[in-house]
């Protein structure tokens, strides 16, 4: 048993050494190198922007002063990095990550003097992203298993200043047991530019210790054992939208209502009226009383003003140029009227036309007939009167 206990310890104890710290920041492309822990003894840099923690385990006790900074509660140190608004930043851990469960979360607290000064302890902090299940099912913090860095985004709204970053990794293979969770911290030393005038509000602010409990569903929960969604401990998620910012969230959504305003009316106008008008009496007028007429310009009147008529084709192209009621209803009349002047005209010039027919048909009937006898042609007569003149002499 003696022996069962010792291997146990041993192995715990392996755990705890292979948990690495921030070993490299990443903001606005630079990278910022961090100093090893202090039970390491590994390099001190006094000029890096993120604070030497104590120790690689981590903090189980969340009422622990270590929960602000990390394990030893780390002082300022003599650097401070310049993040932009709206970026991304990137944490890279020193060592091979041992766990694949539990989220990732970034808080941010702005400090009343420059950040190379800021006490963590008095600090209120705001949450400004967090990741945890991914849509397969896995963790985010398996990325950092894989070696990956973690990569968290800065409101873009957000004011400008002097902030900390308070970088959380919480493992919860063991978060079943109240005390089991476990939480990896770090902080940085950073001076916002590029900002808007967002600041969060007295009901996203929180202090460390004092955030978190023991018993908070994010906090103590069985992820092996009917487990199907995760709940952040916390304050809810500040985004920064509520300043005015360079990312222009609110825009996106005045511009998405816009394409639904011109195809309302539009479409039902250029298509409703114009097409009928062409077909309504054209047709009729030709047949009406053209087939007793041989002439040939009769059939030539009915194409051209047929295909001159129903040039409704500028009505179609031009449905914004008219588009109400009136207009519309006076075009109509005017070209009505204009259609009946034309073949009011049309008849009447049929009616000349059929009477200088008759007139033409009863002057060749006179010459042929007269009082009912064949009319004699002027040579005959003449050639008659020649042979009666031959036979009296």
Aim: net charge neutral.
């Amino acid at each position: 048993m003696k022996f069962l206990y010792a291997v146990v310890a041993a192995a715990c104890a392996s755990l705890v050494s292979a948990h690495g710290v921030v070993e490299v920041f990443t903001a606005d492309g630079k990278d910022y190198k961090g100093p090893g822990p202090l039970e390491e003894d590994g390099p001190a840099m006094p000029n890096s922007p993120i604070r030497r923690v104590g120790a690689n385990g981590p903090v189980s006790d969340v009422t622990s002063p270590d929960m602000a900074c990390g394990v030893g509660n780390p002082p300022p140190t003599g650097g401070i990095a310049t993040v932009s608004a709206g970026s991304d930043v990137k944490f890279q851990m020193s060592k091979d990550w041992p766990h694949e469960e539990g989220p990732i979360t970034l808080y941010m607290g702005k400090c009343s003097d420059t950040a190379d000064k800021c006490d963590s302890s008095q600090v209120k902090w705001f949450k400004v992203d967090a990741k945890g299940l991914n849509d397969d099912g896995t963790w985010y913090q398996k990325n950092i298993a894989e070696g990956k860095a973690g990569v968290a985004t800065i409101p873009a709204g957000l004011e400008n200043g002097n902030y900390l970053l308070r970088y959380e990794i919480l493992a919860l293979h063991r978060a079943q047991d109240i005390g089991g969770a476990e939480f990896f911290i770090s902080c940085t030393q950073i001076q916002l530019v590029n900002g808007g005038s967002a600041k969060p509000t007295a009901s996203e602010l929180v202090s460390f210790p004092g955030a978190y409990s023991a018993t908070a569903p994010g906090i103590k929960v069985d992820i092996y054992t009917d487990f199907h969604s995760y709940s952040y401990p916390g304050p809810p998620l500040f985004d920064g939208a509520n300043g005015d910012s360079g990312s222009s969230g609110g825009e996106s959504s005045s511009t998405s209502s816009e394409p639904n305003a011109p195809t309302s009316t539009e479409t039902p106008r250029a298509t409703s009226t114009e097409p009928s008008e062409p077909t309504s009496t054209q047709s009729a007028e030709p047949t009406s009383t053209e087939p007793s007429e041989p002439t040939p310009t009769e059939s030539a009147e009915p194409t051209t003003t047929e295909s001159a008529e129903p040039t409704p084709s500028t009505d179609a192209s031009e449905p914004t140029s008219t588009p109400t009621k009136p207009s519309t209803c006076k075009q109509k009349r005017a070209l009505k009227q204009k259609k009946d002047k034309r073949a009011l005209e049309q008849q009447k010039k049929r009616a000349v036309d059929s009477e200088r027919l008759h007139r033409g048909l009863a002057n060749k009937l006179k010459t042929k007939t007269r009082i009912g006898r064949p009319v004699v042609p002027l040579q005959s007569a003449r050639r008659s009167n020649v042979h009666r003149r031959r036979f009296t002499h």
